[in-house]
């Protein structure tokens, strides 16, 4: 679905050349939950910009359903770290606007998405609240509403970037069982950035590790214990701890040995 | 810990103390006229200004007319020249380093040094006060929209690239959206000029206007009469403001809340 080949990224800063990303060679199949992990800096939410055709690859080949990327796409979704809703639409137009931009919404078409968006809610919880304003709703309320904008659309990927991050333990728990209930609704292939290796590891079937400065595959570990999954479920704790502490590890490691390049 | 006193919080409370306030400044005036029995063509009671305005209220009224036209014309006409002029400054980084320091001298001119060149230009009639009110107003309008439209957060901006909207679409639908109560700033700032300008323009080569009344008792140490006129010019000034502040709760419901 999503094909990355010798990707890399490299900005030109303030302070000289930053390579942002190096050798990114990654295959996300049709329908998988990929989360990528790593320290904050290691290039992560470049990489999910570059499959989003928000950013153009220094070199290497994005390919998203075969084509190559060439800007954003009409069937990949972008959610972000913060709900980025339009503060003077209500809710309900907020869901709406992927559809208004593409300006194909004959009224056949408008009521269609409208039914869906309806659907939507819904599915998050939020019937009922569709006339109101952002401000008046709480922030996981507020990042239901940007999950439902993302999925108007009816995308084949949804890149999300850190999007549980801003909110309280419980409310994240929460979302990302929601979210886990709606991919196996939907069907639809996503890629997840997260800096938490609890959340990677629950909701991922594979987790992508990537090491900072460059950021490089470090490795890719398969997660195999059955869905639905909860932190809030004693029997996924301890599976889910152990591939935690493995990552933790991985994740520590290569700190110890970017030192080590250092000092050399 | 003291409960909140109910001339904070009752709404009864907001409207009526800036009556009180009013009334009270009038009552010291007033009492100043009378106690140190100032002459009147220097400083007119307020009974003499209200009998001044009852004696030809027609007279007034139709220069305040005048200058209310001239006002809210040139005001628009500063909207519909500012608003697109910013859309510009912001889309091009070459017009905003093109035009900006232009823009930043014709502000720093004192208005009332150009009025009776305007006259030399456009004659004696309502354009060159026009022009005046929107060369007051011109600046602090393009420059809030601007400002406005610059502070749309990257995230919202980024938002509207991955839906693949448009230049157009993100300024219609997002940058201006956003930069609404910011402009609404800028026009409150505006207004309060413009009626400035328009006094000022009326004051060089006019022959109506509440700026020509003034000119014209000032001649005629009428003192009660550009007093009068002055009141009118507040009251104006006053409803204009109060005109926008209305619009902007109408149109900017979702600003009160969220800034």
Redesign the interface.
Known sequence: MIRLDGVGQVFDGREGRVTALEEIDLHVRPNEFVTLIGRSGCGKSTLLRLIAGLLPPTYGAVAVAGEPVTGPRRDVSFMFQRPALLPWRSVLSNVMLPIEIDGGEGDRGRKTYRDRAHALLELVGLTGFERRLPHELSGGMQQRVSLCRSLIREPQVMLMDEPFSALDALTRTELSEELQRIKMELSTTIVFVTHSIEEAVVLADRVVVLTPRPGRLREVVDIDIPRPRSLGENAHLTEVAQISARLHGLLAEKESRAVDEVRQ | MKRRSWLTTSPTAAVLLPIVGLAGAIALWWLATIIFSIESYLLPSPSDVVAKFLEDPAYLLQHTAVSFLETVEGFLLAIVLGVPMALLIVRSVILERLVYPLLLMVNAIPKIAIAPLLVVWMGFGQLPKVIMVLLVCFFPIVISTAQGMKST?V??V????????SRT?EFF??RL??A?PQIFTGLKVAISLAVIGSVIAEFVGATEGLGYVIQQSGASADTALAFAAITLLSIMSIILFYGLVLLEHLL?P??Q??R
Request: net charge neutral; charged share 25%; glycine share 0%.
């Open positions: 957060p995230e919202l980024e938002l509207l690239r991955s839906l693949n909207a679409q639908k997002l959206r956003y609404m900017v979702w600003a809340e969220t």
